[in-house]
């Protein structure tokens, strides 16, 4: 576990070191348009997805940080294509926004908490 974080760690240093801009909304579902067929059969969008999906498991398991944020189980929740689908719909919303706020939205919406509340 501890190697996973360390790479978790080394991948955003590296990728964070370049002069690179978040993918917006518009920009996710302009690569959703060019996909023949279902969009969440994208790899890119899919890879795009999971690496924010182990982001996030690797943070909750460190941190307990998202527990608030989503409280049904992860198998169940971290549905990739359920995902893509979501930020998708809600990519017209504000095109320009980070699409991977849209993912936050997702789990706040999905997550399950507020049926714990």
């Known amino acids: 576990m501890k190697r996973l974080f360390k790479v978790t760690i080394w991948l955003l240093v590296m990728f964070s070191s370049f002069n690179t801009a978040a993918l917006t909304a518009e920009q996710f ?3 959703c348009q060019s996909t023949p067929g279902d969009c969440g059969n994208n790899g890119t969008l899919q890879a795009y ?3 924010a999906l182990d982001l996030l498991a ?3 398991e460190q941190t ?6 989503y409280c049904k189980q992860s198998k169940q929740l971290f ?7 979501f930020i998708q719909t809600h990519s017209n ?3 320009q926004q980070n699409a991977m706020l849209l993912m936050v939205r997702y789990f706040e919406q ?3 908490c507020k049926d714990n509340e």
Do not use: H, M
């Not at 307990?64 to 944020?69: E, V, W």
């Not at 549905?79 to 689908?85: P, Y």
């Open 29 to 31: 579902n302009q690569i």
């Open 49 to 51: 997805v999971g690496g």
């Open 58 to 60: 690797t943070l909750n």
């Open 64 to 69: 307990n940080y998202l527990d608030k944020l």
């Open 79 to 85: 549905d990739v294509a359920a995902i893509i689908g």
């Open 93 to 95: 919303e504000s095109q």
């Open 110 to 112: 999905n997550g399950g």
